[in-house]
């Protein structure tokens, strides 16, 4: 379990929405200038599971029999662009991010300045009649007040026979609110330390940053994602988890090392065995809209 899991689980009912959307704007222009170097935001773990999402995302339209660089991609929670980059990278053109934070957007276009930015949260932002053919959201609405606001905004935003695909860490899995959680933790602890003293020269290079995050932070189980679905019946629903070994190496790994390269491939290969249980601590869930009313 990483520290992010553990500190965690706040709660998001009952707070007051402009109280979390200041305190989350102030938190993430803290984080933007060094936001891509943080261990802790953008390790070689958090960089892999970003591309997998994105590939996983490019795969399902396709299999549909979408060509990505025909469709209008948004991304919800844009950061630093770390989704529409590789989006970028594969063709596609028409991308929009939507990002509470300036300085995360100031970031953003550094990194994909063919996209458009909105400056705003989903939960104030109108886009009118602007529809998306893929909505995706990457760590975000786990951080959100109400969790049902994006779903909400997915149902009025979503184009016909449009998808949103969300990551989000798996709080239904083996390595964060369960028995096996400590178990994991323990069995994979010596092989942790011993890869931070190999790599603790690189590792002190990166920026150390403080563990923070608003007061309505909260991880999701699959059922709470499918319960803050208003209209869950419109959508054809595909889903999937990975991670069980790998995630208690997240800060200790780097992508520089060929050894700690090959230390995430075989950890990855033993996890995919569990993975089918759902046990792993990240989960991607895609909806197509397959009813417009």
Known sequence: MTKRAETGSAGGAGHDLD???????ELMNFYAPQYRASQF??????QQERLHFVDWVLATVRAAGRDPKTLAFLDVGSGTGEILEPLAGAGCANLTGIDIAEKMIAESKRHVPGARFVHDSIERHDFGEQRFDVITSCLTVHHMCDPAAFFRFADRHLAPGGWFFLMEYNRGGWGIDSPLAKLIQWVMTPLRRAIKIKNR??????????ARFNHAHDLLRFGDILGAMPD???????RYTRGVFVPPLTNALVAESRADRAVYRVLRAVDRLAEPLQAGYMQGVGARLIRSD
């Open 19 to 25: 109280a979390v959307l200041a305190e989350e704007r």
């Open 232 to 238: 869950r019946d419109a959508y054809e629903i595909v």
């Open 41 to 46: 935001f953008n390790s070689y773990y958090y």
């Open 201 to 210: 020269e690189a590792l002190s290079r990166a920026p150390a940053l403080p």
